[in-house]
């Protein structure tokens, strides 16, 4: 699976354990992104919560995923990927024990964001661990970040299927509770088969002044990233029931356009802030954090949207909404697996735009959907949209990898990965928003909308995809040097 063309390339078996290891926290930070989605009906029945508390379940683990992230990839960097990475299997264990657990929504919503405060923990270290093993060689750590993203974009694609199976035979707590043993064999693997700490060279003299800086917590940063995403959301998730002109509404929208300017001049200035800027002056950088902010805002908010689709505009049971739900799966599965090689091939600029084209032309075809459209019909968009997403998403993962210095990788990866959450809660915050209301009618001319928004997000995305370097770069010497020392302080 992974032979290489070139012969100075191969892998060890210590290779593999890593990548199956950080595969696992990708897996259950992912999982829990879309497996709930098919639970919603039958926990706002159970837990009396309408669309919009149902929008703040999904919100709430979203929202906190994406705005700690930038701060657990960069003490990743700091203090190491390893240690913060067990942590957050830890405590995404804990929380989602506290889900199983929730007597009413408001728990319910805590227990979630206490969950996406793990999962921020987790995914930028599993990252910066995989990019330490396999960053020597650009091909090989393409495809093996192709396989680490299938792991995760499977698990999107299976969330709703696996939830239906496990809503019809154990109901929807059990959704948050089959995650506890697949914390505890990733925490053991994390253990047993990621490397402990080794010696590395002295530093050099200024260096401890500058690891000394870097080791304080961008408080002021990190307060106001909270404060920006959680009321532009709020507000998004609340203009439809409230109106656009209601004080509430109006002021979570002015807040977080203050509390987001201030962001950027906070960053601006700090010695060590929580987003380096500076990133964002390397064009391919950009280019690709732009493009996975359309990426996860189309699919998030459609697979929101979709759910409420089958089970109330089409009256389907939720095992019967799960397994419509497959075909994501294999599409998933298939590109996502041939994107590595595409990239090795062909670079990360094609399967960006192609992934574009293809998961575009997929959300058109849903645009065309409705109540009474045969189930046949929804197949070849179900097919076409992670068919284009499974080539582009690894690829753009190269681009921001191979854009970044190895120093940085929890940091650069932190970035993405906020990026597209927060996309993310901003899907189903809109998306949700556009198909509110009980009526068939509304939940399909909402979804309508929502497609043709899709549409055009991944027509900007797929331009977004020209101006990226079509080749990703070898580590020059100081990288690898780097590299080293950075898998040496992996804790």
């Not at 307060?223 to 009321?231: E, F, G, Y």
Request: a positive charge; proline letters at 5%; hydrophobic letters at 55%.
């Amino acid at each position: 699976m992974f032979g290489m063309n070139s012969s100075k390339t191969s892998v060890s078996p210590a290779l593999g354990r890593v990548l199956a290891t950080v595969s696992v926290g990708f897996v259950v930070t992912q999982l829990d992104v879309t497996i709930v989605n098919i639970a919603l009906p039958e926990i706002g029945a159970n837990l009396d919560a309408n669309v919009a508390g149902l929008q703040w379940v999904v919100d709430a683990y979203t929202l906190a995923f994406a705005v700690l992230m930038l701060s657990a990839g960069a003490l990743g960097d700091r203090f190491g990927a390893r240690r913060l990475y067990a942590a957050g299997i830890v405590l995404f264990a804990l929380a989602s024990l506290a889900c199983g657990l929730a007597l009413d929504a408001p728990m319910l919503v805590a227990a979630r964001a206490l969950q996406g405060v793990g999962a921020a923990a987790m995914l930028p270290n599993s990252l910066a661990l995989l990019n330490q093993s396999y960053g020597h060689d650009p091909k090989l750590r393409a495809r093996a970040v192709g396989l680490w993203t299938a792991s995760g974009a499977i698990s999107i694609a299976a969330g709703p299927v696996a939830g239906g199976l496990l809503i019809a035979a154990f109901g929807w707590r059990s959704i948050f509770l089959v995650n506890l043993p697949i914390c505890a064999a990733g925490f053991l693997a994390t253990l047993l088969c990621v490397p402990r700490p080794q010696a590395h060279r002295p530093a050099p003299p200024h260096a401890a002044q500058t690891d000394a800086s870097a080791r304080g917590i961008d408080l002021a940063g990190q307060s106001l990233a909270v404060v920006a995403l959680t009321a532009f959301v709020a507000a998004v998730i609340e203009w439809r029931p409230l109106g656009l002109g209601h004080p509430l509404v109006t002021g979570g929208f002015v807040l977080a356009a203050l509390a987001g300017a201030a962001f950027v001049a906070v960053e601006a200035r700090a010695r060590a802030p929580m987003l380096p800027l500076s990133l964002f002056g390397k064009r391919s950088f950009s280019a690709a954090v732009l493009f996975g902010i359309c990426v996860n805002m189309t699919y998030y908010g459609m697979v929101f949207v979709l759910s409420l689709y089958l089970q109330r505009a089409r009256g389907y049971t939720p095992l019967q909404a799960g397994l419509a739900f497959l075909p994501l799966t294999g599409g998933f599965l298939v590109s996502n697996v041939a994107s590595g090689w595409v990239v090795g091939r062909f670079g990360v600029r094609v399967p960006m735009i192609a992934g574009a084209i293809t998961a575009g032309l997929g959300y058109g075809l849903l645009h065309f959907v409705d109540a009474d459209t045969p189930l046949i019909g929804l197949l070849l968009p179900f097919l076409m949209i992670p068919s284009g997403m499974g080539l582009a998403v690894p690829a753009m993962t190269t681009a921001v990898l191979a854009s970044a210095d190895a120093r940085r990788a929890g940091t650069a990866s932190a970035v993405l990965n906020t990026a597209r959450q927060a996309g993310g809660a901003v899907g189903v915050a809109a998306f949700g928003a556009l198909a509110s209301g009980s009526a068939a009618t509304q939940i399909v001319a909402g979804m309508q909308a929502a497609t043709a928004i899709s549409v055009g997000l991944l027509v900007f995305g797929g331009v977004m995809s020209c101006l990226v370097h079509p080749q990703p770069h070898s580590s020059t010497p100081a990288r690898r040097e780097t590299d080293s020392v950075g898998v040496g302080r992996s804790r």
